[in-house]
């Protein structure tokens, strides 16, 4: 007879099985797409490891895409993430994988502290430097030129992954000031990243093992390929150059043809067992069985799809519109907004990420289709989620009571700075200030975007969205229209670009070859 850990989902009754035996609790984050997660399992089939976790641990395991929020408090710095907690929640030691051998003895070590009380926890408050919100583009600025990669592109040395949202900083930096050192940050990495670019069958993989993009992981993410697709397509609009929009539609491809699916895109395709599939020329691949697909469409990411196909048009917009329609009518509950994900039936309420990324995306969708009733959907979900989870910024998790580091609040300012963008736009398109006024205040929260470094490019691009709302993308006369308002419409004409007429909102731009060409789409008004 084969024996097993007794594995239990993250829940209450879990947590008080661990108060009731006196047992500390072994975490297991792991995602489906993981080649080490899957090493990690291996660990666990180990007899002594099972024995040992048996008799002394209560544990957990967590798939991270369902769970995001958990990960986010208890990750370890990778995946898998082997994480020892008490009946609490509270973080005991941690580590990624683990070798049977090594887990075997870590798991001793554990159990004996833990029943010996020899455990400890300090909190450190970590003083941090505030700087002005309106600087923030030129910390960013200065960060990405310490920390390009001259010789290979993108940021850093090894391993490296890409970085969608400063490839967007960069672009718009460079239409600001005309430096062409942020263009060559920009194309000096997309150049570079084609590397990590599957040319048999599209798509990117997460990230590269080497500092020349020349070893991938083979994985393949809904997210990495919804956000580099928009890069490049970014990219092809402020240079026009031809071989980013065809990286851009083919990643496009990948993600409609492979991760397609009845309700919306799927999670991820699997990196397990990759010299065997992506090791091999594209007519041996047909003969074999793909990696695995997680075929969870998780809202979210879904969103980022969404926005993405509907930024390079033509019929990846009519996937995008229909997609986000259906989640929309299968994902959204009156009171409690987007769920996480949906596989049948809605699962896991009251993630900010889920409800802001399908905000932009429906703010997107009304600036692509001139449709109002987006811009109503948006303000409905708007007020929901400031109702749910504004507390002087957002909090990742809607309010209440939960398990352990759950309680925590915490504000994400990635998430924070998507909500940010989209009340910037909905006080743009509705004429109702009290959404900049919000705006405002969530990105005053984060003053100490010092801090989060190269990560802070959201937030700098929301800042950008709100201290230079002016500058906007018409895309027909319908949509300028049927503003609430009046506004101007700002253009550049600049020779060294191939257009001599742009006009853009955030990282997004239109381009013109002529003045006649921009009269049959533009409507000034003063």
């Not at 957990?60 to 986010?72: L, Q």
């Not at 502290?113 to 926890?121: H, L, T, V």
């Not at 998780?298 to 799809?305: D, T």
């Not at 600049?494 to 002529?514: E, H, S, V």
Request: net charge negative.
């Amino acid at each position: 007879m084969t024996r097993n850990i007794e594995w239990l989902e993250w829940s209450k009754e879990a947590f008080e099985k661990a108060k009731r035996e006196n047992k500390p609790i072994l975490l297991d984050i792991y995602g489906v797409w993981c080649h080490w997660c899957h090493e990690q399992d291996k660990s666990y089939e180990d007899e002594i490891v099972i024995d040992t976790v048996n008799e002394k641990f209560v544990p957990i395991k967590v798939d991270t895409d369902k769970r995001p929020d958990i990960n986010e408090r208890y990750n370890q710095g990778g995946w898998p993430t082997t994480a020892f907690l008490t009946p609490d929640g509270m973080i005991i030691a941690g580590a990624t994988y683990l070798p049977p051998a090594q887990l075997a003895m870590m798991l001793e070590q554990v159990s004996n502290y833990f029943q010996k009380g020899d455990i400890q926890f300090e909190i450190h408050k970590q003083e941090t430097q505030r700087g002005d919100v309106a600087s923030s583009m030129e910390f960013l600025a200065d960060e990405m030129l310490l920390s390009f990669d001259t010789l290979y592109g993108g940021f850093g040395s090894q391993p490296k992954f890409p970085m969608p949202d400063l490839i967007e900083a960069a672009l718009l930096r460079f239409r600001q000031t005309n430096d062409k050192g942020m263009l060559r940050i920009a194309t000096k990495t997309l150049d570079g990243m084609m590397g990590i670019f599957d040319k048999h069958e599209g798509g990117f993989f997460r990230y590269s093992v080497t500092r020349e993009w020349d070893e991938p992981h083979y994985e393949k993410m809904l997210e990495t390929n919804a956000q580099m697709a928009a890069a490049y397509f970014n990219a092809f609009l402020v240079t026009g150059d031809e071989k980013y929009k065809y990286t851009a539609e083919r990643t496009a491809d990948f993600i409609v043809s492979v991760l397609g699916g009845t309700d919306g895109f799927y999670g991820s395709q699997d990196a397990d067992k990759e010299e065997e599939y992506y090791g091999k020329p594209a007519e041996e691949r047909k003969k074999m069985k793909q990696p695995f697909i997680d075929r969870n469409v998780y809202v979210s990411l879904n969103a980022l799809a969404i926005s993405s196909l509907l930024q390079l048009g033509g019929n990846y917009k009519d996937i995008a519109i229909r997609t986000m329609e259906n989640l929309w009518t299968k994902c959204f509950d009156t009171e409690k907004g987007m769920c996480h994900y949906y596989d049948g039936r809605q699962n896991v309420f009251g993630l900010l990420a889920d409800n802001v990324n399908f905000l932009r995306c429906l703010l997107d969708a009304y600036e692509k289709t001139s449709n109002v009733k987006y811009v109503t959907l948006a303000v409905q979900l708007m007020d929901l989620v400031t109702e749910k989870f504004y507390n002087d910024g957002f909090t990742d998790r809607a309010h209440g009571e939960d398990i352990g580091l759950l309680n925590a609040e915490n504000k994400n300012i990635n998430e924070n700075s998507v909500a940010a963008g989209c009340l910037t736009r909905l006080s743009f398109y509705t004429g109702d200030e009290k959404y900049r006024k919000t705006a405002e205040e969530t990105l005053s929260v984060f003053t100490n975007y010092g801090q989060y470094r190269l990560h802070a490019a959201s937030y700098t691009l929301a800042v950008e969205k709100l201290i230079d709302p002016i500058e906007i993308t018409a895309r027909s006369l319908e949509f300028i229209t049927g503003l609430p308002h009046d506004f101007r419409l700002m253009v550049k004409f600049d020779n060294n670009l191939p257009c001599n007429l742009m006009a853009c909102l955030g990282g997004t731009c239109m381009r013109f070859n002529g003045m006649d060409e921009a009269k049959k789409h533009l409507l000034v008004m003063r």
